[in-house]
């Protein structure tokens, strides 16, 4: 079985710009994340999907940051425009629901903004 | 909010030798308890999971224990490889999962 898919792996842009990540779940899998992971540190919720509804997004910074997840299977998070403190691992992760199973994460998204 | 610590930072240990690694989170009110292990520039690869309801999990080499009570778990390792290095993160399950910062595991061959 598939893990989760994310690309691109690598992204170097130019501050100003915008980017997309996308994201394909575990198929079957209801709960989706975005999680920003800066160096050294542990990743941070970005926004949690239950199917297709963003049911938090407290963390997303609305202004530059949006995300959507259509049809409750894949998502896209996109930043428009990028600066350099964006430059961070996005990781996508996904579980079967929120309360008592396990997640699996993709191989994330290294973005550098220049 | 919840907080997640992990002590210590880093660690570095003797090949062969067994370890522990310390989680602590500040709410009791989970469903769940996860380490991962992380490789430099990779993802996050799920190793243990631990409901609220149990006190520990096992796989292969290692064991992961919680008491939710004391807001507490550990990570064991027994007889240490140089291809257990990486970094170890644990992860608390409610309205989402909250991370620490992580212990960063070398072993000496």
């Known amino acids: 079985e598939a893990g989760v898919v994310q690309s691109p792996r690598y992204k170097i842009i130019e501050k100003k710009q915008p980017v997309a990540f996308w994201c394909n779940p575990i198929s079957g899998h209801n709960t989706l994340y975005w999680y920003r992971q800066n160096l050294g540190q542990g990743p941070e919720l970005l926004i949690r999907?239950?199917?297709?509804?963003?049911?938090?997004d407290s963390q997303l910074p609305k202004d530059r940051f949006s995300a959507e997840r259509l049809k409750g299977v894949d998502s896209t998070l996109k930043i428009q425009p990028a600066e350099l403190g964006d430059s961070a691992v996005y990781l996508c992760a996904s579980s079967l629901d929120l309360s008592s199973t396990e997640a699996f994460f993709g191989q994330g998204t290294r973005l550098t903004v220049v | 909010k919840q907080e997640v610590t992990q002590i210590p930072a880093a660690l570095s240990v003797p090949e062969g030798e067994n370890l522990v690694l310390n989680c602590s989170f500040t709410?009791?009110?989970?469903?769940?308890l996860q380490w991962f292990r992380q490789d430099p520039g990779k993802g996050l690869t799920s190793l243990l999971l631990?409901?609220?309801?149990?006190r520990e999990q096992t796989s292969g080499r290692l064991n992961a224990s919680l008491d939710k009570s004391s807001g507490r778990s550990t990570l064991y390792i027994a007889a240490s490889q140089p291809g257990d290095s990486a970094t170890y993160l644990c992860?608390?399950?409610?309205?989402?999962?909250?991370f620490g910062t992580g212990t960063r595991l070398t072993i000496i061959p």
């Open positions: 999907y239950e199917n297709e509804e963003a049911v938090d």
């Open positions: 992860a608390v399950t409610h309205e989402k999962l909250t």
């Open positions: 631990i409901q609220s309801s149990q």
């Open positions: 709410d009791s009110a989970i469903y769940n």
